[in-house]
């Protein structure tokens, strides 16, 4: 009998009412012949409650106590659906996450999985119960409650759909699907039929709340379908699966995150080991770093920009102030009216263009990028905050989103069955390593066939990057990593970017042919890019530290570095290519499957 997981946010059991439409949901799933199990998080607001009430007692509550109290809102939340559904007249058992042996490491209030056991919730399964299982929670190895972090409800239910093998994980909550970008800002965004693993993955780091990240890495990592759909409708909503929704477009979707500062770290000597020295600080302080950007030194110092949530910024100034001292930079500068617009799309990979047509429509639109960067499935720049949305805007309409693509592909139960990305085999396997949201990296690799072109001194104007890459796109140059940095100093930027080698020299005819006055423009064949690709990047913070810190023990300096969920590239000079991988691939050594 197929297996389905339904999973109930807060807001679609914040009443008796709203129980009972979500166990009819559940019933009615088992009545056309599924066996049904149900995750539920705690009743509305009720997390934060308790963490409101919890700092009332004590303003730093001792973590462990915190998972003890928070648990509770989860288990009173599984008992009323039960009852609900007894009281409609149906089998129903609630389970705590103990009681479902989810077993999780210590780390109180951000848990991660590391076995569930099945055995329990099979058998009531066949014995014809629904099973309701308690979202958000486990047990470490001595028993102690522990909880997944905020909105871990749905890792528990990606993750109970893995173990049984679930035909589909259906995410019930207060929006019907996943949109091109968040129609609260845009009303001409569009629900999307489905979105790929990775897409998705982007688009939430970039603040798309529709799901828990972790869950998406889960997810890929299982090969689950995630189906997400309104608790208030029966609309069938968007599925997230391994394809993307069409196989012809670039872009699918487009982020703005509105909070966002602008650090600079002025004049820091271009050596091994600085970037490492003022990172390792902010994640020592747990601070979100995103964006890392880094020009090209002159005259031995590089400048280093990157971005973080403005509630951050105070916090990342005392810690980058004090990095600045240690490693002898000239100054740090901060701009806390910026915010970040994106585009996300599998397609851009194998797509020309697709950058250039971002930059266009945002100068069209009269509006100036402060900094770029592009990995292999996004392009993200900084512009003011108050031109921010009229830029989404503006890159929506550009790449049609509003519009289904005309190659639009419908998600196939049947076939997925068939041809999972996954083999049973891999699954089981997966599911037998020791811990299940382990970092997984999938490959280590250098590239020496790239060329580094660097523009500095740039005039600091809208439509500046539309022109350069346009002019270099028809030039038939395929540029790869884009870097734009802040430089700091008054109307004056640096871009640097990648391309072929054997383009090097066509790409530096056409920039010496462009109108503007740059300081000056260098290219080098001389470079490595060293990338490291895996499934949890993001929420493993440690991986871009670790890249620093390998390199920097082995004496590397780091010229370029771009970040995404899926991957770490850094640019290093030829001659250190072969000792960096080397180096990554000697500290990374146990973090494959
Ligand atoms: N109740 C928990 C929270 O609010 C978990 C969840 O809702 O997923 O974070
Ligand atoms: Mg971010």
């Avoid at 993955?201 to 799901?211: D, K, Q, T």
């Avoid at 100068?363 to 830029?391: D, F, H, P, Y």
Wanted: glycine share 8%; net charge negative.
């Amino acid at each position: 009998m197929p297996i389905i997981v339904q999973k109930f946010g807060g807001t679609s059991v914040a009443t008796p009412e709203k129980i009972a439409a979500a166990a009819r949901k559940a019933i009615r799933a088992q009545q056309d012949g599924n066996q049904v199990v149900v995750v539920v998080s705690a009743m509305g607001h009720n997390t934060d409650m308790l963490v409101d009430l919890a700092h009332q007692v004590n303003e730093e509550p001792p973590a462990r106590e915190m998972d003890m109290l928070l648990s509770t809102g989860e288990q009173v939340s599984v008992a009323l659906m039960a009852m609900s559904i007894h009281k409609f007249g149906y089998k129903a058992v609630s389970l705590t996450g103990a009681q479902m042996g989810i077993k999780t490491d210590s780390s109180y209030t951000k848990a991660r999985i590391k076995t569930i056991s099945t055995d329990r919730i099979r058998k009531l399964l066949d014995d014809g119960n629904i099973v309701i299982a308690a979202g958000f929670q486990g047990v470490d190895e001595e028993l102690n409650i522990t909880t997944l972090g905020r909105g871990g409800s749905d890792t528990t239910a990606v993750a109970l759909a893995a173990v049984l093998k679930a035909d589909a994980c259906e995410i019930y909550t207060d929006v019907d699907g996943v949109y091109t970008t968040d129609p609260r800002l845009l009303p001409e965004a569009r629900q999307m039929n489905l979105i790929s693993y990775d897409e998705m993955l982007e688009l939430a780091s970039l603040g798309a709340g529709v799901m828990h990240n972790r869950s998406i890495e889960f997810a890929k990592k299982f090969g689950v379908p995630i189906r997400v759909r309104s608790s208030f409708s029966d609309a069938p909503g968007s599925m997230i699966v391994s394809s993307p929704e069409s196989d012809s477009v670039g872009v699918c979707g487009a982020a703005l995150t509105q909070d966002e500062a602008r650090l600079t770290i002025q004049g820091v000597p271009d050596r091994p080991g600085t970037s490492f020295e003022i990172f390792k600080r902010l994640a020592d302080r747990k601070i979100t770093v995103d964006m890392i950007v880094q020009n090209i030194g002159q005259e031995n110092k590089a400048d280093i920009s990157f971005t973080v949530p403005s509630s951050e910024l105070k916090e990342t100034l005392k810690a980058v102030n004090e990095a600045a001292k240690i490693v002898g930079a000239e100054g740090v500068t901060h701009d806390d009216a910026v915010a970040k617009v994106s585009v996300v799309g599998r397609g851009m990979a194998k797509q020309t263009g697709v950058a250039e047509k971002m930059f266009h429509a945002i100068a069209e639109a009269g509006i100036n990028i402060q900094i770029i960067t592009t990995s292999e499935i996004k392009i993200s720049v900084i512009v003011q905050r108050n031109q921010s949305l009229a830029a989404l805007r503006a890159v929506h309409h550009a790449f049609q989103l509003h519009q289904s693509p005309p190659d639009a592909n419908v998600w196939d139960v049947a076939k997925h069955r068939n041809d999972s990305n996954l083999s049973l085999n891999e699954i089981v396997e997966r599911l037998r390593s020791v811990n299940m949201e382990k970092l997984t990296l999938v490959d280590i690799s250098m590239t020496s066939d790239q060329a580094r072109i660097t523009l500095s001194g740039v005039p600091d104007q809208p439509g500046l990057a539309s022109d350069v890459f346009s002019k270099v796109a028809s030039a038939g140059i395929f540029v790869d990593m884009i870097v734009q940095s802040y430089d700091g100093y008054q109307g004056e930027t640096s871009i640097s970017f990648t391309a072929p080698e054997t383009q090097l020299d066509d790409c530096l005819n056409v920039l010496k042919k462009l109108d503007y006055k740059f300081r000056k423009i260098s290219g080098s064949k001389d470079i490595a890019k060293l990338s490291v690709s895996g499934i949890g990047l993001r929420s493993h913070t440690s991986v871009g530290i670790g890249m620093f810190e390998a390199l920097a023990e082995a004496n590397i300096n780091v010229l370029m570095i771009n970040t995404s969920e899926l991957r770490v590239n850094v640019v290093v000079d030829g001659r250190d290519g072969e000792r960096g991988l080397a180096a990554l691939q000697k500290k990374f050594s146990d973090s494959f499957l």
